[in-house]
């Protein structure tokens, strides 16, 4: 099966700097990486996501490249700002149709300091 | 207001007692999944079913059971057999409309002692 490792799993930036999470997965098959945040005692929410035949997608401070050679992708956060904390989650799926499954990193701990 | 709702937020059980979690969605949505959560992990699939009256194993089905009777419901019943079934329990939807996107709901904190 696919294996999802995710990093760091804690991350501290002051206040309008960027913070960058890392995720590596295993299955070549995987096709489709979507980002989720997760705020504290809720469910986590989609943010981004990125199919396999792009390479990057942006969405206002918000950006994820995508590297299918060495199987990685990562999630940039430009201008922090204190709202950004939360837990964020990198998932690989090999999307076929509505049933199949996701794969989920260990999630990031992101903390934006005043 | 559409969306996915599990109830209730928090629920205590004493050991020994199996306990059922419910999950509703007004989505229309056909496939439905249970997630566990536990500190830092990711999340882990417990269930999942793709239509009604069908339903697969994920990877860490031991201990659990699940009924797929209606498109809406999707209850995960969390047996004595579970050896460790403190944890937060996050259900999710996916529809045909744009089946990229899992919609969460707001999870259960289940603890038993």
């Known amino acids: 099966g696919e294996n999802v490792e995710q990093h760091p799993s804690t991350l501290s930036v002051q206040e309008g700097d960027s913070a960058v999470i890392k995720c590596t997965y295993s299955?070549?098959?995987?096709?489709?990486f979507p980002w989720y945040k997760q705020e504290l005692g809720k469910g986590p929410q989609l943010i981004i996501d990125i199919r396999s035949n792009v390479g990057e997608k942006k969405d206002q401070r918000i950006a994820v490249t995508l590297n299918k050679t060495a199987k990685h992708f990562s999630l940039h956060i430009t201008e922090t700002q204190p709202e950004d904390s939360a837990v964020y989650f990198c998932a690989a799926s090999r999307f076929v149709n509505t049933g199949n499954q996701f794969y989920f990193g260990t999630g990031t701990s992101l903390t934006v300091i005043p | 207001d559409g969306g996915i709702t599990q109830s209730p937020k928090y629920l205590f059980r004493k050991e020994g007692q199996n306990v059922t979690l419910s999950c509703e969605q007004n989505l229309n949505h056909d496939a439905m999944y249970w997630y566990r959560q536990d500190p830092g992990q990711g999340l882990r699939l417990i269930y999942y079913s793709q239509i009604v009256n069908d339903f697969q194993k994920g990877d860490i089905a031991e201990g659990y059971s699940v009924s797929r009777e209606k498109k809406e419901s999707f209850p995960l019943t969390v047996t004595s057999a579970q050896k460790n079934p403190t944890a937060f329990y996050l259900c999710?939807?996916?529809?045909?409309?744009?089946?990229?996107?899992?919609?969460f709901g707001p999870g259960t904190r289940l603890t038993v002692t």
């Open positions: 299955d070549s098959a995987s096709n489709y």
């Open positions: 999710a939807s996916r529809g045909r409309d744009d089946p990229r996107e899992q919609y």
